[in-house]
Structures are given as C-alpha cells and as structure tokens.
C-alpha cells in the first residue's frame, strides 16, 4: 500500500512537472512565431500550426491525466498563489478550477489566514528540497480528516525556484485501517487469552455449583435456616450466571467451522441475546414477538448469531446513553422489541429500541466502515458495517432508522435462498462427516 502510493506520488509530480514545462514551451513557440512573423515574411506558415496543435494535445492529455490523479495537487507561486490544480483539489474545496486559480494555497485548502509556522512549501522555496509534514488535519463535514502534504521544487532557467508542486494526500483510512490491523492482532491474542481464563473458571465454577447443590440438598445436616437457604440458593444462582457467560466466551472465541443449515429463528435470536452481558442492562426489559408458523431460514447460524449480538448490544448501548443524559428514565421504560414475520419468501426480523436514536443526517451513513456515534475510545464503527456485509452475504439487506423515539434496525433474509454452490455444500457436508467418523 505504501509502496503504491509512493509511485503514484512520484507519477503525480512527473505529469505536472511535464504539464508546467509543455504550458512554457508552448507559450515560447508562440511568441517565437510572432517574432518570426514580424522579421520575416517571405517563409508561409508551414510547420507552426502543425506544431501549436501537437503542444496543445499534449497539454490536453496531461491535463486529463493529472485530473483523474484521487491525491490534491497544485503549482503554487513563491506568493503561495495557486497557479494549477487538478480536479480531486477543485472538488475537494468545493470550487470549480477557475475559482480556486489564484487564491493562496493555505485560505483555499485549510481556510487560514496565513501559511503554517512549518509550512512544506515555504521549505521548499526557501531551500529547493523537497518537504513533507505528516498530521495535517482538517474538519470536513461532521469528521476530522488527516492529510500529508509533500512539496517539490520547480526551477526556472537558472537555479531560481519559479514554482512548487503541492501533493496532498488524505490518509485518514488509512490510518484507521492499520488501527484496526493492530486491534484485530490485540483480539486475536485476548481471544486466546480469553479462552483459557474460560477454561480454568469453568472448574471452580463447578465446585461452588456442586457445594451449593449438596448444602441445599441436606440443610439440616450442615445447620442450615432459612436464611441460609437463600443465601445458598443465590450462590447457585450467581455460579450459573457465571458460567453462562464463561460459555459465551468460550463460544465467541473459538473457530466456528461454517455451517449452512436451516435455522430456526425464534431459538436463535433470544439465545443470541441472552449473551449479550453490559453493566447496568437489568432494568431493560426485552420483549419477543414472533409467530408459530415462521419458517426456517437456511444460513450460517453462527454468522446470522454475530449479526443479532451486535444489533442488540447496540440498542442496548443506546437505552444506556439515554439514561445518562437524563437521568429520570424509569424501568418500564427501557425496553428491546424484537419481532420477527414471514413475508413472502423471505422473514424480516426488526430490532427496536427507545434509546437515544439515530440522528437524521447520520441514518444513511451507520452501515459505512468506521463510522460511530459514539464518543473517542467507546467504538470501532466496524459492528453495523460488518453486519451489513453479513447479511448480504446471505442475499438479504438491512436499514435503519428512527421514528417518534424509536430506533428499529431491520434485517431481511431470504428464506429458501441458499448463498453457496451445491458442490460446495456437497463437498462440505462430506469433510464434517469424515472428521466426525
């Protein structure tokens, strides 16, 4: 990736470097055809139109060509005046090219009154190296978008600097892409982790269970009231709670092989939402509503089980924010309804919450790739994106949106669609068998 944007960086300032030398060199054939014409008139124009054609078309080309460049590139003047620019620079302002021609770089691209203390161009004028400055930000829309910005000398016919071309780059996927690379290889290892802490409490887990099992099966003989009773009885209580969720994590942290099979719906989603654990979720009552003839739908249990995790784990989070910011929200209030329905050939299951919602201008956006509402260090963005890519995995959609104080997430699955190649299912289906043999 690095690799790739360093070559295109290095075509980018070829092509306008070439562009700047065919732009002058076109300019002095012309005013050499003038002078021409005024010494001597004897020689008819035979070459020169053939010639002022030739420079054009290639002006032409490199023009089109440094226009479909994605980076932000200019010439600029040694007064910091933009003298050329490509059209993702244009774009990117929000201004055609003819109205950005002329404004001085840092005003058209940063909004600032006057050139950064560091400023790359400025460098570069000064000493005729190239400069580069990492960590430019900009506020773009409702985000903060990063950019590095690299400068390269132009001279003239002596060693003076005439120009400076002006790259820049939005590196801000990027960044968070390779933030992500660095937090999947931290999951992964607590994945690990994970599992083993599972394991080892599973066997302490056991032991309460089993002491508590056998003290409330003989009260009498350990001299137990009736208090004591229900101090035991809560004690068994909690240790299930306990290993349910050392389950859970036992569950989320192994390799699940994939699996394609009819699936029943109405199972899956409560027990997919029963392992959702968050501080403070006792008060949310969940409501399930689905009916006695919902058919199977053929997918990847465990894949569809992530999808519904995520979902109710976001309108849980939701409920929560909402009870923060204001602090008189009630018990029967907070509420998770998740029905389902059969329509046509397909079931559409909708996930519904009273929580903070969804702002308007943001409802189109909560499938995109680290995109989040939440505040700095609180989310990923990656949760809903993922879902997305899941579900249409398995040919089916999913929206969003909310309406009079409740947010309703939908998911649409194809009920008798089946994703994969018969041959691969086959093929599948006979691996499982001979592991399991």
């Known amino acids: 990736m690095v ?14 470097v070439a562009l700047v030398i065919v732009t002058v060199r076109y300019r002095q054939a012309l005013a050499q055809r003038r002078r021409g014409l005024n010494r001597d008139t004897r020689f008819p124009e035979r070459l020169a139109p053939d010639i002022e054609e030739k420079i054009r078309l290639s002006k032409k080309q490199l023009e089109t060509t440094l226009d479909a460049i994605a980076d932000y590139i200019c010439v600029i003047s040694p007064e910091f005046r933009i003298i050329r620019v490509n059209r993702s620079y244009a774009d990117h302002v929000g201004k055609s090219v003819r109205d950005v021609l002329g404004e001085q ?27 580069r400055k990492s960590n430019v930000t900009k506020r773009v829309g409702n ?12 001279s003239g016919g002596g060693a003076q600097i005439v120009n400076v071309i002006e790259r820049i780059r939005d590196v801000t996927d990027e960044r968070r892409m390779n933030e992500q690379l660095m937090r999947s290889e931290k999951l992964a290892s607590i994945g690990i982790m994970t599992a083993g802490i599972a394991h ?49 994590l036992l569950r989320f942290s192994q390799k699940q092989d994939m699996v394609r099979m009819p699936t029943d719906m ?88 009273n929580g903070i919602g969804i702002p308007a201008d943001m409802a189109s956006k909560i499938f995109d790739p680290f995109f989040t509402t939440r505040s700095p260090g609180e989310g990923t963005g990656l949760g809903l994106s993922i879902c997305h890519r899941i579900v249409e995995e398995h040919q089916g959609r999913m929206s969003a949106g909310t309406k009079e104080g409740l ?31």
């Open 3 to 16: 690799v790739t944007a360093a070559v295109l960086a290095v075509v980018a300032i070829l092509l306008v």
């Open 105 to 131: 770089c840092y005003r058209a691209f940063l909004d600032r009154g006057e050139p950064c203390a560091d400023c790359p161009a400025r460098i570069t004028f000064e000493n005729g190296a190239s400069a």
């Open 143 to 154: 985000e903060q978008r990063v950019y590095e910005v690299e400068t390269y000398s132009v």
């Open 200 to 248: 080892e409490m599973n066997n302490p887990l056991s032991g309460i269970s089993g002491t508590a099992v056998n003290l409330l099966k003989m009260p009498a003989k350990y001299g137990l009231n009736e208090k004591g009773l229900e101090r035991m009885t809560m004690i068994l209580e909690c240790a299930a709670r306990a290993t349910m969720i050392m389950k859970d």
């Open 266 to 353: 109405a199972a899956l989603i409560p027990k997919a939402a029963s392992s959702v654990h968050i501080p403070g979720t006792s008060r949310i009552t969940r409501i399930y509503d689905f009916p006695e003839d919902l058919p199977r739908v053929r997918c990847d249990p465990s894949k569809i089980e992530q999808v519904i995790v995520n979902v109710i784990t976001n309108a849980t989070q939701a409920i929560l924010e909402k009870r923060r910011s204001s602090g008189n929200a009630s018990a029967d209030e907070e509420k998770i309804h998740v029905a389902a329905r059969h329509d046509g050939n397909e079931v559409r299951i909708d996930i519904e919450d």
């Open 407 to 437: 947010t309703t997430i939908s998911i649409i699955l194809p009920v008798g669609t089946d994703p994969w190649n018969d041959a691969e299912e086959r093929e599948h289906t006979r691996e499982s068998r001979d592991r399991d043999a």
